[in-house]
């Protein structure tokens, strides 16, 4: 990577100067970054990647204590033909656990008591979680003629108008805190579900679209598997983790980067120097200049605002700092498996905001995957915060378990102590595709289409699950690709 020079700069750093490869920049190292840089050094680039952290992954983070296995953030995450493609090119395939077969059994609150959610469409006219004018108002979904009241219509508004008030409260809303930890009276139906606008458009109700969709579609643009990358040895999509947790994942992408990466690197600065671009990064003490061919910037929206970007910068990356990330904090409980009389027979439970309650949602991650408490225990994953209850996430640890083990008492029959607690808190969560998001989606695109060789790339963009980030991190890094290769 180049010595750092007295003054700070770096010589023969990332410049692309010696060899003649083409130099890019990836500032940030959660699974997007970690993609687009795996890619895009496999393509033969010269790849230097930030991370302000002490090591790679964003929010993906394990932590295993007195035998219990933590994640800080995602629990699990469901493959693709393009994820399952990485995973076998980063040779972690053998380290896949899929989740156990009770995952398919999810639970929702309703009225302080557990109850099956529907998976399937016809399981929606016999659920307990419906009241039967609610299954009627699902069977006259296809009826509605009802149009939306604006182009940019709410989650909240198209339920209510498609299958009613109580379907939007027992079943969406929850839905969304799982995805979103989101509002659905806040988040916009067209960027944060833009399947669901689509079936309306295309077949004028979501029920005839369902049903359409059940035909075969070639995979939407941007999915298509990298050539680099083998044919995937699983063509269903599964439901997995790794026997060591989440952070296998970016282990493995950091490991197959090497000394690429740099670790408790911010970059500072960033601005244009002719037809390339100059980064400052590192603390203040010894910071450390570069200039490359390409910037890929794979962070948070959030953290533009630390940076020191020009005027002709700032005036677009104004809009995507703004991307609201409400608070979250994570908690990892431990319980003796004979205190807990609920059979955690399921992936986990949601809460809806009707029912008034802290527990957002939890998972029940012992039952779904091996090794995630000691013999004889279980572990319940529980969530707290989001757009409804970002203040609830700040409170300290007593507080909350304290809250939590009232709640998981009525709701699980816990009946003891925890053995173990683990609390993570994220001043910043989860990004909000809120009514009006296209502003966010113009000024990123503007950004880059006013200044070549930068790219903007993150889960603010087109979809915040892990699978969402790597077909990301793939789809930039086929953009640097392609304007890398049209230079002089």
């Known amino acids: ?22 130099s890019v920049a990836v500032v940030g190292g959660g699974i997007t970054g970690l993609v687009a840089a795996y890619l895009l050094r496999q393509r033969g680039a010269r790849v230097t990647l930030f991370e302000a952290a002490d090591q790679v992954g964003g929010a993906i983070r394990t932590t ?13 995450f469901l493959t693709s033909p393009l994820v399952e493609g990485l995973l076998d090119a980063l040779g972690v395939g053998p380290a896949v656990v ?13 009225d302080g008591a557990l109850v099956p959610f529907p998976v399937r469409p016809l399981a929606m006219l016999t659920t307990p979680l419906l009241s ?10 296809p009826l509605v003629r009802t149009p939306s009241p604006s182009p940019d219509e709410s989650v909240a508004s198209f339920v209510r108008r498609r299958l009613g008030p109580e379907v939007l409260d027992y079943a969406v809303d929850p839905f969304v805190a799982g995805i979103f930890a989101g509002d659905p009276e806040q988040l916009s139906l067209r960027h944060a579900f833009p399947r669901v606008a689509e079936l309306e458009a295309q077949h004028g109700s979501l029920s005839r679209g369902l049903m359409a969709s059940r035909r075969r579609r070639p995979a939407p643009a941007g999915h298509e598997m990298p050539s680099e990358w083998p044919a995937p040895a699983h063509a269903r999509a599964r439901l997995v983790s790794f026997a060591d947790g989440m952070q296998t994942l970016p282990e493995a992408l950091g490991a197959a980067l090497g000394d690429t990466v740099r670790c408790r690197c911010p970059v500072r600065l960033l601005h244009r120097q002719g037809a390339r671009w100059v980064l400052e990064a590192g603390g203040e003490g010894a910071p450390v200049t570069c200039t490359v061919d390409a910037v890929v910037l794979a962070t948070p929206a959030h953290v533009l605002a630390a940076m ?10 104004t809009a995507v700092e703004r991307v609201d990330y409400p608070s979250m904090s994570t908690l990892v409980l431990g319980f003796m498996r004979d205190e807990v009389a609920h059979p955690l027979d399921g992936y986990g439970v949601l809460v809806p905001t009707v029912e008034r309650r802290t527990l957002l949602g939890a998972l029940f991650s012992s039952s779904l995957f091996p090794g995630r408490a000691p013999e004889g225990e279980v572990a319940i994953s529980c969530f707290v915060g989001g757009a409804a209850g970002a203040d609830r996430a700040r409170e300290g640890t007593d507080l909350l378990v304290e809250r939590l083990l009232l709640e998981l008492r009525g709701l699980l029959g816990v009946d003891g102590e925890p053995t173990f607690v683990h609390h993570v808190y994220w001043p910043k969560g989860i990004p909000q595709y809120t009514v009006g998001y296209q502003a966010v989606k113009d000024a990123a695109a503007s950004m880059e289409t006013q200044h070549p060789g930068l790219y903007l790339a993150g889960n603010y963009r087109n979809g915040v699950s892990v699978g969402d980030c790597v ?9 640097v690709g392609r304007f890398l290769g049209r230079r002089p």
């Open 308 to 317: 020191e970007l020009p005027a002709e910068l700032r005036q677009w990356s």
């Open 98 to 110: 899929e989740a156990s077969p009770s995952a398919n059994r999810r639970y929702v609150v309703r």
């Open 471 to 479: 077909a990301e991190g793939t789809e930039v890094a086929g953009r």
């Open 1 to 22: 990577m180049g010595t750092v020079a007295q003054d700070g700069r770096t010589e023969g750093f990332a410049d692309g100067v010696h060899d003649g490869r083409p």
């Open 64 to 76: 295993r204590t007195d035998g219990f296995l933590a994640e800080h953030g995602p629990g699990a």
């Open 132 to 141: 039967p004018p609610a299954k009627l108002r699902v069977l006259m979904e």
